[in-house]
């Protein structure tokens, strides 16, 4: 057969049902095979949105994501989301397509080194050198995307190698030397923890994607449970653990609660599970925790001790580790009644500094309000897209996500534009969900053309402009560190978001009276196909509680 043909073969192999994509010349084989392929194709409007999509898809399901691009600039336009994926250890596969091999290194028209660009940017990357490789290439590629710690992976294929007949047969065995992700931990290491967290007075569980990743939210609220372990969780890994919930301190780090970020700050004794102590957690290193000795639990090894020494380190899967560590513990005989001294510390910190914002006091409508509407509305059982500034932290704080894969967000890239292609991958992998996105002005506008996308293919995402007219982080960061003076931040000329939402064929809605916003709410989730709700928020918010850049937990603002 054909080896675009052969491709299709492949993807259906790996449980693929469907893609994100934009055809090019130097991919068009790949979409002749998938007019009869077997396998629902997504149109995109630009390779970007595809490569979010897949992503959405992929923290939606737990599955691999699929993206297609074309050489050149199809290939280039998904570096970000490639880069987006390496950060947050999402498993996609990004199939690009490359011009013809008599070209290569001749500047041949839309010729890219996609595979050496974005070397520092993939887990892993195959550059086709014969056509007889593809099947294996695919095969191993989702082997790695989605295996030890999840991440991007890069298969490229010259588009006269897709076209030519090769004898396929499925590729079963695997043989990579090279790769073998530890997942079962040391037993040693495992009951060392077991030994230290049953003798710690002021131990904080601190969670991340990791447990979202792999799949262990009911090991770690058991292993919690056993002994009434406080708990937070990264921006990354909310969910993981239920919220509300009692032994749930909230989101740490630079706009978490003040309660987490001052346990970890008093704590003897941090757990951290899935997560990689990055700058928007520790803030100054050197302040970090000044108290604690670390236990670190990773499916990475290169994440251990790469910003905060660990003292007792274990390499392997989240799951795996977390089972052992429930039953080692157990088999101790913890004396539960040393915690309450540490629970009547933080119960204080609850109650003097609790989450709390100034309401309007007319009709206007206060962001964080907007998101509490949205949790009131769903009852926290909606999928939950965001983009990236202010909203994105005031959806962190104030929707409750009682699971994981509830929360999609761009945490370690940071990237603007991702939550409306993100939102159209998560219902796409998971049909008669509610999903909703939470966007601000700015980042709307970086991605606002899969807006066709979702009125083509009728995906019933529901899309909340949080719009201020401001590039509202930078604002705020430029309010408080840089003397108000607000240089490039006033986006007062974007357009009418309900016109823009119409012209593409969706539903667009306007809102701005806080009085009516729940019933206004629950109207715009119950409105058929794609919806794009424009919220006029207080211009001037900020978000807070804040760590200072560089500065100290127990040095909280606002």
């Given at each position: 057969m054909r080896a675009v043909d052969a491709v299709m073969e492949c993807l259906k192999a790996e449980g693929v049902d469907v893609v994100f994509g934009l055809p090019g010349g130097a991919n068009i084989p790949t979409y002749d095979a998938l007019y009869d392929g077997g396998i629902r194709h997504i149109l995109v409007r630009h390779e970007a949105g595809g490569g979010h999509a897949a992503e959405g898809y992929a923290k939606a399901t737990g599955k691999v994501g699929v993206a297609l691009a074309t050489s050149g600039p199809g290939a280039t336009n998904l570096i970000?989301?490639?880069?987006?994926?390496?950060?947050?250890?999402?498993?996609?596969?990004?199939?690009?397509?490359?011009?013809?091999?008599?070209?290569?290194?001749?500047?041949?028209?839309?010729?890219?080194?996609?595979?050496?660009?974005?070397?520092?940017?993939?887990?892993?990357?195959?550059?086709?050198?014969?056509?007889?490789?593809?099947?294996?290439?695919?095969?191993?590629?989702?082997?790695?995307?989605?295996?030890?710690?999840?991440?991007?992976?890069?298969?490229?294929?010259?588009?006269?190698?897709?076209?030519?007949?090769?004898?396929?047969?499925?590729?079963?065995?695997?043989?990579?030397?090279?790769?073998?992700?530890?997942?079962?931990?040391?037993?040693?290491?495992?009951?060392?923890?077991?030994?230290?967290?049953?003798?710690?007075?002021?131990?904080?569980?601190?969670?991340?994607?990791?447990?979202?990743?792999?799949?262990?939210?009911?090991?770690?609220?058991?292993?919690?449970?056993?002994?009434?372990?406080?708990?937070?969780?990264?921006?990354?890994?909310?969910?993981?653990?239920?919220?509300?919930?009692?032994?749930?301190?909230?989101?740490?780090?630079?706009?978490?609660?003040?309660?987490?970020?001052?346990?970890?700050?008093?704590?003897?004794?941090?757990?951290?599970?899935?997560?990689?102590?990055?700058?928007?957690?520790?803030?100054?290193?050197?302040?970090?925790?000044?108290?604690?000795?670390?236990?670190?639990?990773?499916?990475?090894?290169?994440?251990?001790?790469?910003?905060?020494?660990?003292?007792?380190?274990?390499?392997?899967?989240?799951?795996?580790?977390?089972?052992?560590?429930?039953?080692?513990?157990?088999?101790?005989?913890?004396?539960?009644?040393?915690?309450?001294?540490?629970?009547?510390?933080?119960?204080?910190?609850?109650?003097?500094?609790?989450?709390?914002?100034?309401?309007?006091?007319?009709?206007?409508?206060?962001?964080?309000?907007?998101?509490?509407?949205?949790?009131?509305?769903?009852?926290g059982e909606a999928i939950v897209t965001s983009d990236v500034g202010q909203h994105q932290m005031w959806a962190a704080q104030y929707y409750d996500f009682p699971k994981p894969r509830r929360w999609i967000n761009s945490g370690g890239l940071g990237t603007m534009g991702f939550g409306l292609p993100a939102a159209i991958g998560a219902a796409v992998g998971c049909p008669g969900q509610t999903v909703v996105c939470i966007t601000g002005d700015g980042s709307i506008q970086m991605n606002a053309q899969e807006l066709a996308t979702c009125a083509q293919e009728n995906i019933p995402v529901k899309v909340f402009i949080a719009n201020n007219g401001y590039l509202g982080m930078v604002r705020q960061w430029q309010e408080l560190f840089w003397d108000k003076r607000y240089s490039a931040v006033d986006m007062g000329h974007h357009p009418d978001f309900v016109k823009l939402a119409e012209a593409y064929g969706c539903t667009g809605v306007r809102l701005t009276d806080k009085t009516t916003l729940v019933d206004d709410v629950r109207a715009a989730i119950e409105t058929p196909g794609p919806v794009v709700v424009d919220v006029a928020v207080t211009r001037e918010e900020n978000t807070y509680p804040m760590i200072s850049p560089g500065g100290a937990a127990r040095d909280m603002v606002g």
């Open positions: 970000t989301p490639i880069m987006d994926a390496m950060m947050d250890s999402v498993p996609v596969v990004f199939i690009t397509g490359q011009v013809r091999t008599e070209l290569l290194g001749t500047d041949g028209f839309q010729e890219a080194d996609i595979f050496g660009m974005t070397m520092p940017a993939v887990k892993h990357s195959f550059m086709v050198q014969h056509p007889l490789e593809i099947p294996r290439a695919l095969r191993e590629a989702f082997h790695i995307a989605r295996s030890g710690r999840p991440g991007p992976v890069i298969v490229d294929i010259p588009t006269d190698y897709s076209r030519a007949d090769i004898p396929y047969e499925p590729v079963t065995d695997l043989h990579l030397p090279g790769y073998q992700p530890t997942t079962e931990g040391n037993t040693k290491q495992v009951r060392q923890a077991a030994k230290a967290l049953a003798a710690a007075r002021r131990p904080v569980i601190y969670a991340g994607g990791g447990v979202v990743n792999a799949d262990a939210a009911e090991e770690l609220a058991e292993f919690a449970r056993i002994d009434r372990f406080p708990v937070t969780c990264t921006l990354m890994g909310l969910g993981a653990y239920p919220a509300p919930d009692p032994q749930w301190l909230g989101m740490l780090g630079m706009h978490g609660t003040r309660a987490a970020n001052y346990a970890m700050d008093e704590a003897d004794l941090i757990c951290c599970v899935g997560a990689r102590f990055d700058d928007r957690i520790t803030g100054k290193l050197s302040e970090f925790a000044p108290r604690a000795k670390f236990i670190h639990i990773d499916v990475d090894p290169a994440e251990i001790s790469k910003n905060i020494p660990a003292h007792i380190p274990i390499v392997g899967d989240a799951k795996n580790i977390l089972g052992k560590l429930i039953r080692e513990y157990r088999a101790l005989d913890a004396d539960p009644a040393r915690l309450e001294e540490w629970w009547q510390r933080i119960e204080a910190w609850r109650a003097k500094h609790p989450l709390r914002y100034d309401d309007s006091e007319g009709t206007e409508i206060k962001p964080q309000r907007l998101v509490q509407a949205l949790n009131e509305v769903t009852g």
